[in-house]
């Protein structure tokens, strides 16, 4: 019921159902124990950040920054239930207030301070803090800069933490989920000054996705509320604000939600709008507001001007209708855009279906590439494998106890024709105890090698030394092997050159691949 309810995992709901009754839980996992201790700690600490910033607001070193936002009309009121506060400019006061409580780990990790200057600072220094709740606990923090000359965005948001991720909450909705509910339908609002200013206005069937865009798990969690959905962002001469709305309504189409679109008809941001105008023209803004192809249909003549074309439209809508996976909503969106340019739906068909075939040939030779490099990938991997095995069992005949066996490999191998670095590195160290009559140890040999990827490669093969070759037919069958497939490579390269060389080389190539074809031949018998 919890994870249904709140939309989390199966492991938060146990959490938030021990912390609603104070269970204490263990678990088995030790790695997992310390992650919970972590973010608990975590937790904790942003609980502590949030009470000082709010305390803040109301001490003396928080006057101007709460005169600043109660003369843009908000009350005590709302301040004190929404937690806003204020973190002084400079400051150190958080990582003074809460040093030596919590590990130098969790401290970092939480992100709310920075080193600056030779000194440790509030991340949020000298701005207007908004805490985002999420079940009673302070996960994340908004904050706005007083002064528009101060250094930074307007806003600058928490980054994701153990505790937060930014895709998965929405700014208020510990708030105003039961305001969605009575209401029946959400306004979306980007900023936290654009929420709170409306719920001081009595809106408050608003959420914010806080400055970013918004993402398929916050729309599933609205979906879990409701499934009638308003965008309200910035209108501006730039067009931003309308086109991140437009942004945001197709992502909630593709969720299966056919989102409205209020639309001011001047421009503005919903926190100026409603305090110029009241709540009656927000609301009535509200009720005029647009469906999202009409919306988007509007920007787009506005922006283009006499340029605009209903074909013109088509094409900068296409590749958004044609990325609705579901068939009934894609329908939905093409015979919504067909009575808004009032172009045939079959038209509008033809032109999406072309774009869906494409994106479908263009996934199946995707699948296909990847499928011939795993494919590749396996052969190499084979090839490389067999290779080491091969230079493996080598390394571990030139270790035989056996004299005569390591002075015929003295005798008769080309350091040539061993491929791998490694093997011909460890090759080189093992050569000049072959042709002595007692081997030494091996741990004095492996300790004399410096490079560390060849030490590991001799550790690894001498695990089995045990069962290491005693029998000098074998030493001869791995030099065999060996000098053949030295061969071979060299036929193979031959073989390519022949490809594109001039007539003259061609006659010198075949020449020198038809001398390697009977060298080959002859390995067989090479030690009888």
């Given at each position: 019921?919890?994870?249904?309810k709140?939309?989390?995992?199966y492991?938060?709901?146990?959490?938030?159902?021990?912390?609603?009754?104070n269970?204490?839980i263990?678990?088995?996992d030790?790695?997992y124990q310390q992650?919970?201790?972590?973010?608990?700690q975590?937790?904790e600490?942003?609980?502590?950040?949030?009470?000082?910033y709010?305390?803040?607001l109301?001490?003396d070193?928080?006057?101007?920054c709460?005169?600043?936002?109660?003369?843009?009309?908000?009350s005590d009121?709302?301040?004190k239930?929404?937690?806003?506060?204020?973190?002084?400019?400079n400051?150190?006061?958080?990582r003074e207030?809460i040093?030596g409580?919590?590990?130098?780990?969790?401290?970092?990790?939480?992100?709310?301070i920075r080193y600056?200057?030779?000194?440790?600072?509030?991340?949020?220094s000298?701005?207007?803090?908004?805490p985002?709740?999420?079940?009673n606990n302070?996960?994340a923090?908004?904050a706005r800069?007083l002064?528009?000359n101060?250094f930074?965005?307007?806003y600058?948001n928490?980054t994701d933490?153990?505790?937060?991720?930014?895709?998965?909450?929405l700014y208020?909705l510990?708030?105003t989920k039961?305001y969605i509910?009575?209401?029946?339908?959400?306004?979306?609002?980007?900023?936290?000054?654009d929420f709170?200013?409306?719920?001081e206005?009595g809106i408050?069937?608003?959420?914010?996705p806080?400055?970013t865009?918004l993402?398929?798990?916050q729309?599933?969690i609205?979906?879990?509320i409701t499934?009638?959905?308003y965008?309200?962002?910035d209108t501006?001469?730039g067009?931003?604000?309308?086109?991140n709305?437009i942004k945001?309504?197709?992502?909630?189409f593709?969720?299966?939600?056919e989102?409205k679109?209020?639309a001011?008809p001047?421009?503005a941001?919903?926190?100026?709008?409603?305090?110029?105008?009241?709540?009656d023209?927000?609301l009535?803004?509200v009720?005029?507001?647009?469906?999202?192809f009409d919306f988007?249909?509007?920007?787009?003549q506005?922006?283009?001007?006499e340029?605009a074309?209903p074909?013109?439209f088509?094409d900068e809508?296409?590749n958004d209708i044609?990325s609705?996976?579901d068939?009934i909503?894609?329908e939905?969106?093409?015979q919504?855009?067909s009575?808004?340019i009032?172009?045939?739906?079959?038209?509008?068909?033809?032109?999406?279906?072309?774009i869906i075939n494409?994106?479908?040939?263009?996934e199946?030779?995707?699948?296909?590439i990847?499928t011939?490099?795993?494919?590749q990938n396996?052969?190499?991997?084979s090839?490389?494998e067999?290779?080491?095995?091969l230079?493996d069992?080598?390394?571990?005949i030139?270790?035989?106890?056996?004299?005569?066996?390591?002075?015929?490999?003295?005798?008769?191998?080309?350091i040539?024709?061993?491929?791998?670095?490694?093997?011909k590195?460890?090759?080189?160290?093992?050569?000049i105890?072959?042709?002595?009559e007692n081997?030494?140890?091996?741990?004095?040999?492996?300790?004399n090698i410096?490079?560390?990827?060849?030490?590991e490669?001799?550790v690894d093969?001498i695990?089995?030394?045990?069962?290491s070759f005693s029998?000098?037919?074998?030493?001869?069958?791995?030099?065999?092997?060996?000098?053949?497939?030295?061969?071979?490579?060299?036929l193979?390269?031959?073989r390519?050159k022949?490809?594109?060389?001039?007539?003259n080389?061609?006659i010198?190539?075949m020449?020198?691949i038809?001398?390697?074809?009977?060298?080959?031949k002859k390995i067989?018998n090479?030690?009888?």
């Amino acid at each position: 019921f919890i994870m249904q309810k709140e939309n989390i995992t199966y492991i938060q709901a146990i959490e938030t159902l021990a912390n609603m009754y104070n269970i204490v839980i263990e678990y088995n996992d030790k790695k997992y124990q310390q992650s919970f201790d972590k973010r608990s700690q975590i937790m904790e600490i942003y609980n502590i950040a949030k009470d000082t910033y709010h305390n803040n607001l109301y001490s003396d070193i928080g006057l101007h920054c709460l005169e600043y936002i109660k003369n843009r009309g908000i009350s005590d009121d709302i301040l004190k239930e929404l937690e806003v506060g204020y973190c002084p400019k400079n400051s150190n006061v958080l990582r003074e207030k809460i040093k030596g409580q919590y590990s130098s780990e969790a401290l970092n990790d939480s992100k709310l301070i920075r080193y600056a200057q030779d000194k440790y600072i509030d991340f949020f220094s000298g701005r207007l803090i908004f805490p985002l709740i999420d079940r009673n606990n302070t996960i994340a923090f908004s904050a706005r800069k007083l002064n528009e000359n101060d250094f930074g965005g307007k806003y600058i948001n928490s980054t994701d933490t153990l505790i937060y991720k930014k895709s998965n909450v929405l700014y208020g909705l510990n708030k105003t989920k039961d305001y969605i509910k009575e209401k029946k339908y959400v306004i979306i609002v980007e900023g936290a000054m654009d929420f709170i200013s409306l719920y001081e206005n009595g809106i408050k069937n608003i959420v914010s996705p806080w400055g970013t865009a918004l993402s398929d798990n916050q729309i599933k969690i609205l979906k879990m509320i409701t499934k009638n959905i308003y965008i309200n962002f910035d209108t501006d001469e730039g067009f931003a604000g309308q086109n991140n709305a437009i942004k945001a309504g197709y992502t909630l189409f593709k969720n299966g939600i056919e989102p409205k679109i209020i639309a001011f008809p001047t421009i503005a941001d919903p926190d100026d709008f409603i305090k110029e105008k009241g709540t009656d023209a927000y609301l009535e803004c509200v009720k005029k507001s647009k469906k999202l192809f009409d919306f988007h249909y509007e920007v787009y003549q506005d922006i283009n001007k006499e340029h605009a074309s209903p074909q013109g439209f088509v094409d900068e809508v296409k590749n958004d209708i044609a990325s609705i996976n579901d068939p009934i909503y894609r329908e939905i969106g093409i015979q919504n855009l067909s009575k808004v340019i009032n172009v045939s739906s079959e038209s509008i068909h033809s032109v999406v279906n072309e774009i869906i075939n494409k994106q479908k040939n263009y996934e199946k030779i995707k699948a296909q590439i990847k499928t011939n490099n795993e494919n590749q990938n396996q052969k190499t991997a084979s090839i490389i494998e067999e290779k080491n095995l091969l230079e493996d069992d080598f390394i571990r005949i030139c270790l035989s106890k056996e004299h005569s066996i390591r002075k015929f490999i003295f005798d008769n191998t080309d350091i040539k024709w061993i491929e791998s670095n490694i093997h011909k590195k460890l090759y080189e160290h093992i050569n000049i105890h072959l042709t002595s009559e007692n081997l030494p140890e091996i741990s004095l040999i492996i300790n004399n090698i410096t490079e560390t990827d060849v030490s590991e490669k001799a550790v690894d093969i001498i695990i089995d030394i045990e069962n290491s070759f005693s029998d000098i037919n074998i030493a001869k069958d791995c030099l065999i092997r060996l000098e053949k497939k030295s061969i071979q490579k060299k036929l193979d390269s031959l073989r390519e050159k022949l490809k594109e060389c001039d007539e003259n080389s061609s006659i010198e190539n075949m020449q020198n691949i038809t001398t390697l074809e009977q060298e080959l031949k002859k390995i067989n018998n090479k030690y009888n």
